[in-house]
């Protein structure tokens, strides 16, 4: 799915005042073999309709039916990964537990009781990435600012997932999600859907391991050693602190 990025830097970039241009109010900036590619909340209509188009145009591809709009809602955060000209690349979203609860709920709601009576719980939903841009690092850099909204400003303890059966290795083996529920029609896409796992303190063991050596961890397949290093994590979130 994706090439070896054996060049790579990664630096911070700037968190914008209200004013400024799309492309320079990036959570930060992820420099790959001289090209830049921005990671910034989508909140503005402009730029969820931007996400909203990659996605219908990822899922059409693969068949998914739905509704795929990104609507302005309070208990969801939209990340957007962006060329420097702007150009949505990569889109996913985080959407909160609130008192009308997860999208998964509608098919799997008896297994994500039990962690929501221990914790506060979330969902990754609307993933989609431009298959021409092949950079881990990019996708990595999307999976952990959404990684740090949930753990740091929501402090959620567990994060699900619902992806087709054929799509369930990719997220066992690049980001340790582990099968919660078997596969069960899913009405929202019109397919049938696999919940998937992901524990927040396990996230956390993993990128203290290996994250930020990138190629230089031998033998780990994940996204983790693309993620950002310890140093850098704690200047977004420091960041993200900042703008509430």
């Not at 830097?9 to 320079?24: F, H, K, Q, T």
């Not at 431009?130 to 740091?152: C, N, T």
Request: glycine fraction near 8%.
């Amino acid at each position: 799915m994706f090439d070896t990025v054996t060049t790579e830097s990664v630096s911070l970039g700037s968190i914008a005042d209200n004013g400024e241009d799309a492309y320079s109010s990036s959570i930060v900036d992820v420099t790959i073999n001289e090209s830049v590619f921005g990671i910034r909340a989508a909140d503005v209509d402009e730029q969820r309709s931007s996400a909203s188009m990659l996605i219908s145009k990822m899922y059409a591809w693969r068949g998914y039916g739905g509704n795929h709009q990104i609507g302005n809602d309070p208990n969801r955060i939209t990340l957007t990964a962006s060329n420097k000209d702007g150009g949505v690349i990569g889109t996913l979203s985080l959407n909160l537990d609130s008192e009308v609860g997860l999208l998964a709920d509608q098919v799997f709601r008896d297994h994500i009781d039990p962690y929501r009576a221990q914790g506060k719980v979330c969902e990754l939903i609307k993933l989609a990435f431009d298959p021409s841009v092949k950079s881990k690092a990019v996708l990595a850099s999307l999976f952990h600012v959404a990684f740090i909204y949930a753990r740091d400003l929501h402090k959620c303890s567990d994060i699900f997932i619902e992806v087709n059966p054929r799509h369930r290795r990719f997220y066992e083996v690049m980001l340790d999600f582990q099968v919660e529920c078997a596969s069960r029609p899913n009405p929202r896409v019109d397919a049938p859907a696999v919940l998937l796992r992901g524990h927040i303190a396990r996230g956390t063991q993993r990128i203290a391991e290996v994250a930020g050596k990138g190629d230089h961890a031998v033998g780990d397949r994940s996204l983790f050693p693309y993620f950002f290093s310890l140093r850098e994590e704690a200047g977004i979130i420091a960041r993200l602190k900042r703008i509430g």
